[in-house]
């Protein structure tokens, strides 16, 4: 008897038709295999139990890159399909109906047998810096529209010679319907663009100086071999545009403390770390501590950055316990100007083929940072390389094949054995994320910092890859195209369409505009530290009312302040706010997030500081006394200020009172470099808690740090170790977080948390919090598939926005 099936998922440009293929002449079946934009439709014929071995072994031997959420079967007979006519089996091209959308694999690591011929001298892809086949390469960075056929992509341009184009129509070739398939005879080719001749000193092209010549016999490759003359480049110092998968990065030998800082005076990045590739994992070992979740994410077929923490044991110069010094290990050395003053390293290994080619003449590390402008998204094509990064570099290694769609390196670390989001991006967007329910068709708008959007369709959630902050014209328009590519994807028009409240956003004037032009579409407006407990509710398809504990930096309140340090009550249509920390002005607003000691001198005053002045200078003199002046006059008479109960501003204060940062150039600094000052968590936990209060107003928790931030300041009058009081701090938010929930809790009987915001990307906190709640006995969300930062708020708006429909309560 026949067989219908209906295979849905990411099942498109994953090797899944040679898969469905191999497995039907296993089990001897007739039919026929074809793409469609539901997904991949299969047509079988043969004994009973052949077919259901088919069916069986059709799930449990997917190809690694593929994701089913579902397999539709019916048997011929009840709904009669096109008729089997001849014995076999075949692969038919895609059927196409444009009502029905199909998902979009991300791009994907090079794989093991590509990575062994582009190793191998004897394979006519030897070195070819394009290698890939089904089950790697690129996806989401090439495609144009679905179904993912190769007119569908960037490499329509390039025709397959014979011999690719032999493999591409062997159903039994692992390049069978590769789409970008190609070899150094028809496919893409690298092209090294610099502003002097080969030959010529190279002004501009090395640190801004005329100070090292090209030998001939490397001048001499820059046509034939242009990752030689990149590599030649790298090993004397010079900064380097390389176009990738999904955009261009800034390369720079790690180890050249000249060069580095040199890319931090161009970049006009004085501290936030810089992105790292390793040659091997032999490489990161050295560098960092790995543990086996992390080897094998670092490896993983979606290779992203790992946060991993430093091996401070291989630093030198560290004699105050901060994280500095260069680190060396029996082979490899960085410079510490990498990541100053933090007590990670954000790394991965190389994942194109291209990045294989960087590493052939032994280099260990190389910066592998976004190449744009300072909050702009990253450039991908050499026209806005050139135009937006000559203050950078005019250096490039570049390529033919078009970048269709941007994409930044997703970023992840691991903690409690799961890997959890800090960026997520390529190798995990666009795959969608299973809601385990019905939902209406939104489109959720993001928030500010850290943009994604989110779609809402047929029980999935597509949340966009990172967009960044949405400051500028650049990526408001990367946004507009991103949203506008979604919507034609996944067949899309939304019903509903959610925002922040914050009324000043560009993604809430987005949301407005886009509104305003589709008739019948409603607008909803979700509170931001809702959305991110949301977030978390339905990544672990919980419904149940949660105690939501929201730690981050910034989140427009219902009262019109700014909220972040939130104790909710919450499902997923509203919310309760239980309890916060207690307000404190900001003096002169968003200035006081770039200079802590603003934050610190304001909670210093609400602690009771009688002598704000004389405090100031005695703590901050290397900030002028007249600004320190005009800020004790703002926070004394309560003028341009706007009050807050951010713990990410807490935190701020803390690291400024402990003279860790009082002047951040990076959004969350200063609570950053507090962090790496914490050593082991027995050692921590050893250091106990300083003294807080939290009191009830009109049945909500206040929770008042006035006392931590007293003795804060005692300790550093008494001359405490840094890293001691560090410690100390961090616990006593622990406690005071512990404290809160439980008697939320037990006054509520709740026994479930949900953890959700930026501040929770401070891994000791999510760690020690997470244990004690749980020894507590609550069971602890946190999120997983989105980032806990503004990155994942979307996703959160989508389903609050969706539940709120469903109930009639828009």
């Not at 014979?162 to 070739?173: H, N, S, V």
């Not at 090209?214 to 176009?243: C, K, N, Q, Y």
């Not at 329910?437 to 047929?458: H, P, S």
């Amino acid at each position: 008897m026949g067989r219908r099936l209906v295979v849905r998922g990411v099942v498109q440009g994953v090797g899944f038709r040679p898969f469905v293929y191999r497995l039907a002449h296993r089990h001897a079946l007739n039919g026929w295999v074809a793409n469609s934009t539901r997904g991949v439709v299969i047509e079988i014929d043969g004994p009973d139990g052949a077919v259901d071995a088919f069916e069986r072994d059709l799930t449990a031997e997917a190809p690694v890159l593929a994701r089913i959420e579902s397999v539709e079967s019916e048997s011929i007979e009840s709904k009669p399909a096109e008729p089997i006519s001849t014995p076999g089996f075949e692969i038919r091209t895609s059927e196409h109906d444009p009502s029905e959308s199909t998902l979009i694999c991300p791009d994907v690591a090079i794989c093991p047998d590509c990575l062994a011929e582009f190793s191998d001298p004897s394979d006519r892809r030897y070195r070819y810096p394009f290698i890939n086949c089904t089950n790697c390469g690129p996806r989401f960075s090439i495609i144009e529209g679905t179904p993912y056929d190769r007119p569908a992509t960037s490499m329509r341009v390039f025709r397959m010679c014979e011999r690719c184009q032999a493999e591409y129509d062997d159903p039994l070739d692992r390049r069978f319907h590769a789409q970008p398939n190609a070899c150094p005879d028809c496919g893409p080719a690298l092209e090294l663009v610099m502003p002097a001749r080969p030959g010529e000193d190279l002004a501009e092209t090395v640190l801004g100086r005329c100070y090292v010549r090209m030998p001939d016999e490397v001048a001499a490759l820059a046509g034939s071999d242009p990752a030689a003359v990149t590599r030649w480049f790298l090993r004397h110092g010079a900064i380097v545009g390389v176009r990738g998968l999904g955009g261009f990065h800034i390369a720079a030998d790690a180890a050249n403390d000249t060069t580095v800082r040199a890319l931090r005076e161009k970049k006009n990045r004085p501290a936030k770390p810089f992105a790292l590739m390793c040659r091997s994992l032999s490489v990161v070992r050295e560098l960092a501590h790995v543990g086996p979740d992390e080897e094998k994410l670092l490896t993983s077929p979606w290779s992203p950055v790992v946060l991993l923490r430093k091996r401070t044991g291989n630093t030198t110069g560290n004699t105050t316990g901060d994280v500095t010094g260069n680190i060396t290990g029996e082979t490899a050395r960085i410079s510490e100007l990498v990541a100053p003053a933090n007590a990670y390293l954000g790394i991965m290994v190389p994942y194109a083929p291209l990045h294989h080619l960087l590493f052939e003449d032994g280099l260990d590390a190389l910066i592998m940072t976004s190449a744009n402008r300072s909050g702009e998204p990253i450039v991908e094509t050499l026209a806005a390389a050139k135009e937006r990064l000559p203050g950078i570099t005019r250096t490039f290694l570049t390529h033919d094949r078009e970048i269709v769609n941007r994409n930044d390196d997703s970023v992840v670390f691991v903690e409690a054995g799961r890997a959890m989001m800090s960026r997520r991006s390529r190798g995990y967007a666009p795959y969608p994320i299973n809601l385990g329910t019905d939902a209406a068709d939104v489109l959720a708008c993001g928030t500010e910092l850290k943009n994604t959007f989110t779609l809402l369709k047929n029980g999935r959630a597509f949340v966009s890859p990172h967009i960044g902050d949405m400051e500028n014209q650049a990526t408001l328009d990367l946004y507009e195209e991103m949203v506008r590519k979604f919507m034609e994807w996944f067949r899309f028009e939304p019903v509903v369409v959610a925002h922040d409240l914050h009324p000043d956003y560009l993604a809430t004037r987005f949301a407005r505009d886009f509104a305003a032009d589709r008739a019948g579409v409603q607008l909803v407006g979700v509170q931001h530290h809702h959305a991110h407990i949301a977030s978390v509710m339905i990544e672990n398809r919980v419904t149940d009312t949660v105690i939501g504990l929201a730690l981050d930096g910034t989140g427009y309140g219902t009262d019109g302040k700014i909220w972040g340090g939130e104790f909710l009550v919450a499902d997923l249509t509203g919310f309760e706010r239980a309890g916060h920390i207690r307000y404190i002005p900001l003096p002169g607003g968003d200035a006081a997030i770039r200079h802590p000691y603003r934050v610190a001198l304001s909670h210093l005053h609400a602690a009771g500081v009688t002598d704000l002045a004389g405090t100031a200078r005695a703590m901050f003199g290397d900030v002028p006394a007249e600004e320190l002046d005009l800020v004790v006059q703002q926070i004394e008479k309560g003028v341009n200020s706007i009050d807050t109960s951010s713990a990410g501003r807490l935190f701020d204060a803390a690291s400024a009172i402990l003279g860790v940062c009082h002047e951040i150039t990076y959004e969350a600094q200063a609570a950053i470099e507090l962090e790496s000052l914490v050593g082991d968590a027995g050692h921590a936990r050893d250091a106990g808690a300083y003294p807080y209060d939290i009191i009830e107003e009109d049945e909500t928790l206040i929770v008042d740090p006035s006392r931590t931030i007293r003795a804060l300041a005692e300790s550093v009058s008494g001359g405490d170790p840094r890293d001691r009081s560090a410690s100390q701090f961090h616990e006593t938010v622990v406690a005071f977080c512990r404290e809160a929930c439980g008697r939320i809790a037990a006054a509520r009987g709740i026994g479930t948390v949900a953890l959700s915001g930026g501040v929770f990307q401070n891994r000791y906190l999510l760690k020690r919090l997470s244990e004690v709640l749980a020894s507590d006995g609550l069971t602890v969300l946190v999120n997983r598939e989105v980032p806990t930062n503004d990155g994942g708020v979307s996703l959160g708006q989508a389903i609050i926005a969706s539940e709120r429909a469903r109930a009639g309560v828009l």
